[in-house]
């Protein structure tokens, strides 16, 4: 059966009004995320592996490294990849086929979120100039989709991309060589970023939507933050935010932010 | 010949006969209908049942009885070459053969016009993920509440030169001496109905019947783990 | 009840001529196989399997809880959460129907209590022509695995019962595994949604009413169950 049936209307008048009262229906704050459990290694063929749960959402990032070429407007800098699937494996709302929008979307703002935020230092991932450089893939899959994805999927690329180790470099083939690994992790910035989305439900704003809160969703700011820094933003889904309010969903991103950084700190350990 | 087995020492130091330690597991993906995770040594897949349910598109729709619908995929980060994301020429052979290891113990005829999805998925490939996606996606199905007649099973059997040992790993389907490796994946009913059966490399015909007996015994092995996963799953 | 056994498909649970093959098990050659993964349960020798996993697989009778999908020239075609089209005409909708606007009765995304009064090959007919039945006009509606509606509903209702008793609420649990609470306060209807989840999780174990009754007390107490109370202290 359908499971995962869209929340229906009686129930999301609920959610609205609860939420009006400064409640949520699983009795976090609004403002507070779900349990985050970080799993690293999961695939020990990737360079660096995690499973992300926050909640009952669950996605698994990978990172992979190649020698391939750089951009001429980069010739001296390594290639960041990001693609992230939905599976249908993760919900009975996801089809089978070619990505679809909300897929390219998570890929899309996680690339913008790690490039902006300049953690990877791509100018260190150049082997030789205008020649061979480090490719950096980061691939995230949905495992199951109990809302938030997105930024289940940001914690997940960083924590890979940090436990991540560069492969070997065979000089005579000019590529990688996966049975000889270094020690030698990833030139990443000390801070690292995190992306935040604050959700407008009615009224109310809030972070970590459950699929039911995600359902009612009317508008969505997602954030990239590194170090009290905003680096990137994507505003969702289209209902206007009157611009007064934009600059209180702007506190309770940089405020929610410092919370969040501290769960995935203690997830990381 | 039979000596010369005896002498056959295996990369990781198995037993000709011996699988990999095996872990499994049901109940992983709450949206899903039914969902397994199986792990043999390196090699780890994970599935997801959804259905029976009405058939989308209505023109793939069987009046007479219900379509099994199986999509395995390796995950980009599952192997050392990074593959390309989305579906190849391989991902789409296998997923028809999983259909067919699988069809025939389901009841399809109990579900006429409606579709049973499977999703497989390899999360960390170290050979035998064929093999793997079968057995977690038999867990998923009976997990799912699918009537079936029994579980399926799967294996890979090989031979390395003259040897004939389960469960390959990839530095054995490497194996480049003598003959070199023959890979014979076969999936079965434990009580010995085969559902599929591939060959690459070469073999007679009398050593073939015994990679099937081979199998036959790995099959009771493995089906008495998926069968404690499902009994362990219900408290 | 004794220790609840579990099959797995293809499984032996019997063999000779003792038992009987009930729902989902097949007899071949003197053994009784299961075909489904489920409680083992025998009655007058009859063995079958009752499921504890799968979708929903309506019967004729059950009271559900749909979603209107799609309008036509003569009805509503209805999501029950089932792979049959489920379908409700104009009349079986015990009240005047415009014609010309159906979607003044129902709403494409409106809810409703509904029963299945026929199955056939075409699909499922509803009706709305009995007591309890019709549109949801507001209350928390979520989903539960349809295999646990027994447990939830219990013996003869008992166990609904003790939920609505312990939190004022009215509760509709549908077939189909979708369930409604309607009461006084959020905090009254989470508590009914919670005691529930509470019984799907623990659905099989023994002395599930006990066990109910005990989480009840372990939330804080039974609050608006007001008769009950004064008994208690008739006790003492």
């Not at chain 2, 009398?206 to 069968?227: C, F, M, R, T």
Request: with cysteine; aromatic share 6%; net charge negative.
């Amino acid at each position: 059966m359908d499971k995962v049936m869209t929340t229906p209307g009686t129930t999301g008048e609920r959610i609205r009004e609860y939420l009006e009262s400064g409640k949520r229906f699983d009795e976090r704050d609004l403002l507070e995320f779900r349990d985050i459990v970080i799993e690293k290694g999961i695939s020990n063929k990737a360079e660096g592996s995690v499973r992300v749960k926050v909640g009952e959402s669950e996605v698994l990032v990978g990172v992979k490294m190649d020698v391939g070429t750089p951009y001429p407007d980069s010739a001296d800098k390594g290639n960041l990849i990001v693609t992230a699937e939905l599976l249908p494996l993760s919900s009975p709302r996801y089809e089978a086929g070619p990505p679809k929008f909300p897929a390219i979307e998570v890929g899309r703002l996680i690339d913008r979120y790690i490039r902006e935020s300049k953690f990877i230092q791509m100018e260190k991932l150049c082997i030789t100039e205008g020649e061979k450089v480090w490719n950096v893939y980061v691939d995230i899959y949905s495992i199951n989709d109990d809302g938030n994805l997105l930024d289940a999927a940001g914690i997940g690329a960083v924590a890979a991309l940090k436990i991540a180790k560069i492969p070997g470099y065979n000089e005579e083939t000019g590529k990688a060589d996966y049975k000889h690994m270094t020690d030698k992790s990833l030139p990443l910035e000390k801070e690292m970023p995190v992306t935040i989305t604050v959700h407008k439900v009615g009224k109310s704003f809030l972070v970590d939507p459950s699929r039911e809160e995600e359902d009612l969703c009317d508008a969505r700011v997602t954030f990239g933050i590194k170090g009290g820094v905003i680096s990137s933003i994507q505003k969702g889904e289209s209902n206007a935010i009157d611009f007064e309010i934009m600059k209180d969903v702007i506190d309770i991103a940089a405020k929610s932010v410092v919370e969040l950084e501290k769960k995935i700190e203690k997830a990381l350990k | 010949m039979a000596k010369k087995t005896e002498n056959f020492e295996r990369p990781d130091g198995r037993k000709l006969n011996e699988l990999r330690p095996i872990k499994a597991r049901v109940g992983v993906i709450p949206n899903a209908d039914g969902s397994a995770i199986y792990q043999s040594g390196d090699t780890i897949a994970i599935a997801a049942v959804y259905g029976p349910k009405k058939m989308h598109p209505q023109h793939q729709q069987d009046p007479a009885k219900g379509v099994l619908r199986c999509s395995y995929n390796m995950m980009t980060f599952s192997v050392s070459d990074r593959i390309k994301p989305g579906t190849s020429r391989r991902s789409t052979e296998i997923s028809k053969i999983t259909e067919w290891a699988l069809e025939p113990v389901l009841m399809l005829d109990k579900f006429p016009g409606q579709v049973i999805d499977i999703f497989i998925h390899i999360i960390q490939a170290d050979a035998g993920t064929r093999c793997a996606g079968i057995n977690a996606a038999s867990m998923a199905l009976a997990h799912a509440g699918v009537p079936m007649k029994n579980l399926v099973c799967s294996v890979s059997v090989g031979k390395l030169d003259k040897t004939l040992v389960v469960d390959l790993t990839k530095e054995e389907e490497d194996f480049e001496e003598g003959e070199g490796p023959t890979d014979i994946p076969v999936s079965m009913t434990p009580d010995g109905k085969i559902t599929h059966l591939q060959l690459d490399g070469k073999i007679g015909p009398e050593q073939l019947k015994e990679v099937l007996d081979i199998g036959k015994k790995a099959i009771e092995e493995i089906y008495e783990i998926q069968k404690k996963a499902l009994k362990e799953a219900f408290n | 009840m004794t220790e609840r056994k579990i099959a797995i498909p293809g499984e032996i649970i019997a063999e000779g001529e003792d038992y009987l093959p009930g729902e989902w098990t097949e007899k071949r050659e003197g053994k009784i196989y299961a075909l489904k993964y489920g409680l083992i349960e025998e009655a007058n020798k009859l063995l079958k399997i009752i499921p504890v996993s799968g979708t929903y697989s309506p019967r004729r009778g059950n009271v559900v809880i749909g979603k209107i999908e799609n309008i036509t020239f003569n009805g509503w075609v209805v999501d029950i959460g089932a792979p049959e089209n489920a379908f409700l005409t104009v009349m079986e909708v015990p009240q005047y129907v415009n014609k010309d606007a159906l979607e003044e009765v129902f709403d494409i995304g409106d809810m409703l209590v509904a029963k299945i009064w026929s199955m056939n090959k075409r699909g499922i007919d509803l009706s709305l022509k009995a007591k309890g039945l019709g549109k949801i006009d507001e209350g928390l509606i979520f989903e539960i695995n349809p295999n646990k509606v027994p447990r939830v509903i219990g013996k003869e209702g008992s166990m609904i019962n003790l939920i609505k008793d312990n939190t004022g609420c009215d509760i509709t649990v549908g077939q189909n595994g979708r369930v409604l609470i309607e009461g006084d306060s959020i905090e009254g209807e989470l508590k009914a949604k919670k005691a529930i989840m509470h019984i799907v999780e623990k659905s099989y174990i023994e002395g599930l009413t006990e066990e109910v009754e005990n989480w009840f007390k372990s939330q804080g107490g039974l609050a608006p169950k007001r008769e009950v109370s004064k008994d208690l202290e008739d006790d003492e």
